[in-house]
């Protein structure tokens, strides 16, 4: 079967139904297209703020609800990396096949940006113009405390339904996402951001976030990357994303935000770093040959 981009659909190439938002550029004929890809728990509503400030200057996006979350069939439910990166493959294919001639980049924040970071280090690349990591989910069992891998193994082993909810009993670390505290109140009343966690999802996650530490070494050729992350970033430690922009090098563009937090696009600096975005994709030009 041939992925192809419905208006509220992405039909991978499996049959799966991947449910689609869709911000159309305002300026008729889009100057790039940009497949956004969500973080862990959330969908795609995700891009609603700053996929408005770039139809404004002329970029469309296309966003997703990732295997496993927001509307997609069974939501819960960790559907592997590889499956994950196949969905991404399809989405940028089945947007080149909508807006020929148009650049395709892909966007991934958070757990979607480790999506997209080791797509990249696969044999199956996918045919992007570009690509933008926003805070890339690179915490790897090598960064984590032996207490935290011990516990993870044995609920995702033993019990791997086990729900972890965001909302039982009093947290002893208070972690913070986003200094816009309106939109985290919302989103805590979003029916569609998952409130609670199966223990071998996080186990998957975290299978996931271990490929993306590594995958930088295993990048040869590639698109264009900017790389965006906040000082403040309380989810993602400081060491791994810094061990993970040097091994980079070179093959990225890279912006530290020092009032951004975990959620860059949405923090009430957000639209900032959203215009940071539209500029970097519009200097890049016109498509790739490879995608042409």
Not at 228 to 251: F, H, M, R, S
Not at 252 to 260: E, F
């Amino acid at each position: 079967m041939i992925p192809i981009l419905a208006d509220d659909a992405v039909m991978a190439r499996d049959g799966m139904r991947l449910p689609l938002r869709r911000w159309e550029a305002e300026t008729g004929k889009p100057r790039a297209v940009i497949v956004a890809l969500h973080g862990m728990s959330d969908y795609s509503g995700a891009f609603d703020m700053p996929a408005k400030v770039w139809a404004k200057l002329g970029i469309t996006t296309l966003a997703y609800d990732q295997r496993g979350f927001g509307r997609s069939d069974n939501a819960g439910l960790w559907a592997g990396a590889e499956a994950m990166r196949a969905d991404l493959d399809d989405a940028v294919m089945a947007a080149r096949a909508r807006h020929p001639g148009v650049p395709v980049y892909a966007l991934g924040e958070s757990m979607g940006g480790a999506v997209v970071l080791t797509a990249l280090a696969s044999s199956t690349s996918p045919a992007v113009d570009g690509v933008i990591l926003v805070a890339p989910a690179v915490w790897s069992r090598g960064d984590m405390p032996l207490s935290y891998r011990a516990a993870l193994f044995v609920a995702a082993h033993l019990m791997p339904g086990l729900i972890l909810s965001n909302n039982a009993g009093k947290a002893i670390v208070r972690i913070v996402p986003s200094d816009n505290v309106p939109m985290m109140i919302a989103l805590g009343k979003d029916p569609l951001f998952q409130k609670r966690t199966r223990a071998d999802t996080l186990y998957g996650l975290v299978n996931l976030m271990d490929e993306a530490r590594t995958a930088p070494e295993h990048i040869a050729a590639t698109p264009p990357i900017l790389f965006l992350y906040g000082a403040n970033d309380q989810l993602i430690p400081a060491k791994p994303t810094q061990a993970v922009i040097t091994a980079l090098g070179e093959k990225a563009v890279v912006k530290r935000y020092d009032h951004g937090w975990h959620m860059l696009l949405r923090d009430l600096e957000g639209e900032t770093v959203d215009r940071d975005v539209a500029d970097w994709v519009i200097a890049q030009g016109k498509p790739v040959s490879k995608a042409n």
